[in-house]
């Protein structure tokens, strides 16, 4: 296929990151490094608490350690680099590592969704069908929703966009940080329309239908705490507080990301709620679990 008038293929990408002025980005550099050792560390010793803790030996922190090494891996898909560009005026990428950023972002955000799903399910089953909840989430149950929940993620994320490969045209900067799929589409060679047909269709898989599911099984879960005695309510209640305040943050900021045509992406605006998406996120959810779970800080 030709090439349109006066573009050119790109062979890597110019990322513009947040500001030319060496103070800001050295600021930067400073607050972006103390939020990944927090996630690193946060995450990790999350994961260590459960591993080596016996009473944690439940389904509900088996997939919460699941959750805390996505954070693990999305946040070190992002901030290594940002960290780099920050000290670094030449801030190029090539477009092999691009590619890499763009289908592991689309991965483990595809992930996240399902496994918060998956989680949701858990619950349900806690507080609506206690007596069968040992029987419904034994651990053979468990091991292959985790499955499903990576498997899936990868054929409904990246096996779609495999198929569709996109020319890169110069002029190659793009105004963001990392390279994320709303952006990457506005330097493509060809028309966006088949690209924009993908996101959409990802959008729905991996966003839309997780969060109705969410949506449906708190409605029930709801409607059953409502009936139960009033002494059990808060307990109820709190086993699935931390499960909603995660929820609403990480598809409150997709879909303030990926609700909308690709073509009126707005980079700077974007590029902030990503910065909340894929940094930000990551840090807090092991904060939000261990605080909010009396189980963690014993």
Not at 171 to 181: I, S, Y
């Amino acid at each position: 296929m030709d090439l349109p008038v006066n573009r050119t293929l790109a062979t890597e990408v110019i990322l513009l990151g947040f500001s030319r002025n060496f103070r800001i980005n050295l600021l930067l550099f400073f607050i972006f490094s103390v939020i990944y050792l927090v996630t690193i560390i946060g995450n990790g010793l999350m994961v260590c608490i459960i591993v080596s803790s016996p009473h944690l030996h439940t389904p509900m922190y088996f997939f919460l350690c699941n959750l805390s090494l996505i954070d693990i891996f999305y946040s070190t898909r992002t901030v290594p680099k940002l960290l780099l560009d920050l000290l670094s005026s030449s801030r190029r990428i090539s477009l092999l590592a691009c590619g890499v950023q763009v289908y592991a972002g689309l991965f483990l955000g595809g992930t996240e969704c399902l496994l918060l799903a998956v989680m949701a399910y858990d619950r349900y089953v806690a507080v609506c069908r206690p007596l069968y909840y040992l029987i419904v989430m034994r651990w053979n149950i468990c091991y292959q929703l985790i499955a499903f929940v990576w498997v899936g993620s990868f054929l409904t994320t990246v096996v779609p966009s495999l198929v569709m490969p996109m020319r890169v045209c110069n002029p190659n900067q793009l105004n963001h940080f990392v390279c994320e799929t709303l952006a990457v589409v506005k330097l493509s060679c060809d028309s966006t329309r088949e690209s924009e047909i993908v996101v959409v269709f990802l959008t729905f898989i991996v966003i839309l239908f997780p969060f109705l599911f969410i949506l449906l099984s708190y409605i029930v879960i709801i409607s059953s705490v409502l009936m139960i005695q009033s002494a059990r309510r808060s307990k109820a209640f709190s086993t699935c507080s931390s499960h909603l305040t995660v929820v609403t943050l990480l598809y409150g900021t997709a879909m303030v990301m990926y609700f909308g045509p690709p073509s009126k992406y707005v980079s700077n605006k974007d590029k902030y709620v990503s910065v909340f998406n894929t940094v930000i996120i990551p840090m807090i959810n092991p904060l939000i679990y261990s605080l909010k779970n009396k189980e963690v800080t014993k």
